[in-house]
């Protein structure tokens, strides 16, 4: 155990259990519950809302992205502030005057229709649990690293400590523990890669590195060694002496080349790959046994079985296909059939990541892995930069404030925020890749944060690395709180209180959220279970991805558009983010291998991404339908419309749901 960075990350869930005890004494009444009361000022709101919107993808994922794939990674901290310019031009000023408690009390309000609250809440639980996910994972991942514990221990600390301060005080409780974490976070992002650059050299450096030596990868500084379970891949470096051990029997199903092959080239086999593969020049034992054949083929090794591979040049019709740089070759993918341990020996290039010359320019690993990079990059960044304006649990946070005026003043203070804080992700990837290379290894890329500062030696090493853990789980706490308030919100308020019993009591509505907090809490955890296997940053853009087909069309044509019908607004949100959802759990499903299914590259791409069609066909059919239906235009809509965009001081805004004391 790692005793000082596990004295830190106690001391930061003490911390937070206290101030969730302390602000049991400020939280009474439903309005303290769900809207903070409508008085937490322009600082304290920024901050928190800034706290709640820096989670492990921001604080962990971002970093390991850049580390694994380089500059295409850096699309995604910019997306994130990006869209608080969107959230500031257009929705948050309207959203603040509607003076709802939530996201659907806006959709039921704006149109008159009680059926539309029914569709606005399910997507506020599929957003917040698929934003769960990523957060659970940090938190596996940062108890695995300090306290040597199974993943599954941190997924249910976490759970428990943030249901038990949700239920305890609500929106206005958890306002003063994630402007706390914000500060925190800033601080242990920044004052450590500080230090490690006086040590190391600054940024350009590292970048200036990778330059010099374009074809390059990482090399392992000492032997390392990776577990693999059933199903895992494993892409090889293009590295001519590749080598590897097998510490345990290996069944390897159809080694595949890396590259995408183009049409028409000629197909390769494991004999193109594997050094000494070729039985005919073997003369003796087979280094390996094959059963089946073709895309069926499964390969066998015994334990003890040192591996060679090289590149594989492309042929087509039996001549090389040329490249930039004379003859193409492409690296093998490995796909185990069985789990499996190996070694890879000191000095060996880096398997799991992309060459220098991919990782620092743009269309490398992460937007080119399915051969169409612009595409995938321009459906991350709509789905990055819409979806923020789209997530319920930040857009609820806008209720806190006393008036629209101090709505949009708490966004600007946002962006300046977490556009300080993005400045550093890029710098931890960059230096990660070259100091702690044995990350890629073991898959443990989000983990840079947390393990980078061991480079400064013992003692100081232990220093800065229980800043950053504290960090970290300042990070996934705080955003896992949002997300918990928004949810149990969401079924207290708008199941439980205005669909199932409208008639309940505001004592009756907090018993209800207070249950649903512990509910969801063990519901989060579930999934955080199942996350172990993904990206901290990837899952998170799907949250996003979903949120900016379902919510941002709505809001923003709602707020602005005094056409849009109420079977308009409901057609666009359920095909948009119904069909967003399914191609992102396909794509999943098939990642895992639950689907057998190999889609064409295009759609392939279109599903891990699909921000890029599933915006547009909202936007397009709440247009279309709306038009269509003109005649159901709500008669009050000019008043609504009025109420949305006219200054306070003209006495149009009012609160949705009284205030209940």
């Known amino acids: 155990m790692s005793w000082f960075p596990a004295a830190l990350v106690i001391l930061v869930v003490l911390a937070t259990i206290g101030l969730g005890l302390y602000t049991t004494r400020i939280s009474h009444t439903a309005s303290d519950f769900f809207v903070a009361g409508r008085s937490v000022n322009v600082f304290w709101n920024a901050s928190a809302i800034s706290g709640e919107y820096l989670s492990a993808a921001s604080f962990m994922g971002v970093a390991g992205l850049v580390m694994r794939y380089g ?31 939530t996201i659907p009390d806006f959709a039921e309000g704006r149109f008159e229709s009680r059926a539309f609250r029914k569709i606005a809440v ?35 600390l976490v759970g428990l400590v943030i249901a038990f301060n949700v239920a305890l005080g609500g929106m ?70 590749f080598q590897m051990e097998l510490l345990k029997d290996t069944q390897v199903k159809s080694i595949a ?62 001549m090389p296909v040329e490249g930039k740089n004379g003859p193409l070759r492409t690296a093998a993918k490995l796909e185990f059939v069985t789990a499996t341990e190996i070694r890879f020996p000191a000095g060996q290039s880096a398997a799991g990541t992309v060459s220098n010359a991919d990782w620092i320019t743009p269309f490398g690993g992460l937007t080119n892995k399915y051969g169409y990079p612009l595409l995938y990059t321009f459906s991350l960044i709509i789905g ?40 550093f992700p890029a710098i931890w990837g960059a230096m990660g890749r070259e100091l702690v290379p044995g990350l890629y290894a ?87 279970l199942l996350a172990e296997s993904y990206d901290i940053a990837m899952l998170v853009t799907w949250a996003f991805a979903i949120a900016a087909a379902s ?61 890029v069609w599933g915006v547009p066909l909202s936007l397009g059919l709440m247009w279309l339908v709306s038009s269509l239906t003109r005649n159901e235009i709500p008669k009050g809509v000019d008043a609504l419309m009025l109420r949305l965009h006219a200054p306070e001081q003209l006495g149009m805004s009012k609160d949705y749901i009284p205030e209940a004391h």
Not at 278 to 284: A, N, R
Not at 582 to 602: G, R, S, T
């Open 71 to 101: 500059y295409d990674a850096v699309w995604i901290p910019v997306g994130y502030a990006m869209g608080y310019l969107f959230l500031l031009l257009f929705i948050a000023g309207p959203l603040r005057r509607f003076g709802a408690y």
């Open 122 to 156: 399910t997507f506020v639980l599929f957003i917040g649990f698929f934003y769960t996910m990523p957060q659970m994972k940090g938190a596996g991942v940062t108890m695995t690293s300090i306290f040597q514990t199974p993943y599954w221990v941190g997924v249910v």
């Open 172 to 241: 206005k409780g958890i306002t003063f523990v994630q402007a706390f974490q914000y500060w925190l976070k800033v601080f242990a992002i920044s004052a450590p890669i500080f230090v490690l650059m006086i040590h190391f050299g600054g940024y350009g450096r590292f970048i200036s590195q990778a330059n010099e030596r374009p074809a390059a990868f990482p090399e392992y500084p000492s032997a390392v060694t990776r577990a693999f379970r059933a199903g895992d891949t494993l892409t090889l470096p293009p590295d001519p002496d």
């Open 257 to 318: 080349p890396a590259r995408k092959p183009q049409e028409g080239e000629d197909p390769l086999t494991i004999r193109d790959f594997l050094v000494g593969g070729d039985l005919s020049e073997d003369g003796g034992e087979a280094p390996f046994q094959e059963q089946g054949s073709g895309a069926a083929a499964v390969y066998s090794w015994p334990a003890g079985r040192t591996l060679a591979f090289r590149p594989a040049m492309v042929m087509r019709d039996g």
């Open 384 to 423: 990055l930069i819409f979806g923020t304006a789209g997530l319920p649990h930040i857009l609820v946070r806008f209720y806190t404030n006393p008036d629209g005026r101090s709505a949009k003043r708490t966004t600007l203070w946002v962006m300046v925020m977490i556009g300080g804080f993005y400045v």
């Open 442 to 528: 073991n898959g443990k890329t989000d983990a840079v944060v947390l393990e980078l500062p061991k480079t400064l030696g013992p003692i100081w090493g232990e220093v800065w690395r229980g800043v950053t853990c504290a960090g970290a789980f300042a990070a996934f706490m705080s955003t896992f709180s949002g997300l918990l308030v928004s949810m149990s919100s969401a079924v207290a308020h708008d199941i439980y209180g205005s669909i199932l019993r409208p008639q309940a009591t505001p004592e009756q509505r907090l018993k209800a959220f207070k249950l649903a907090a512990v509910f969801i809490g063990a519901v989060a955890t579930g999934l955080g």
């Open 551 to 611: 919510y941002f069309p709505l809001l923003l044509l709602g707020s602005w558009w005094r056409g849009l019908t109420v079977k308009g607004a409901a057609t666009g949100m359920l095909t948009g983010g119904l069909a967003s959802l399914a191609a992102i759990i396909c794509h999943m499903l098939i990642q895992i291998k639950v689907l057998d299914w190999q889609p064409h590259p295009i759609a392939r791409t279109l599903m891990e991404q699909p921000a």
